[in-house]
Nanobody, 117 residues
């Protein structure tokens, strides 16, 4: 089992940047594919970015070229660098871990990102 704690959210002006972090506790971090999802009130949670065990990344079309997901297995941490932020990026951002072999999925508590002038 793994516990996930996100940090780094906040209020930023359009065009600004934020870096989210997700620290994982528990064993076997390197066996997990990691992802960042986001959700606004009244809408379904949607994928923003994922990174596999091997470091292969995939992004939602809406964030391609602006967001970068990365992981540091030595620190049990996954990051989401968000640049050129837009008001429509405003959401609660959730960290997700999916175990490669068991398929077990875990979620963090979420961190609010607000893009507004």
């Amino acid at each position: 089992q793994v516990q996930l704690v996100e940090s780094g959210g906040g209020l930023v002006q359009p065009g600004g940047s934020l870096r989210l972090s997700c620290a994982a506790s528990g064993s076997g971090f390197s066996y997990y594919a990691m992802g960042w999802y986001r959700q606004v009130p009244g809408k379904q949670r949607e994928l923003a970015a994922v990174i596999s065990r091997a470091g292969i990344t995939n992004y939602a079309e809406s964030v391609k070229g602006r967001f970068t997901i990365s992981r540091d297995n030595a620190k049990n941490t996954v990051y989401l660098q968000m640049n050129s932020l837009k008001p429509e990026d405003t959401a609660v951002y959730y960290c997700n871990a999916r175990h490669t072999f068991s398929g077990n999925i875990y979620w963090g508590q979420g961190t609010q990102v607000t893009v507004s002038s």
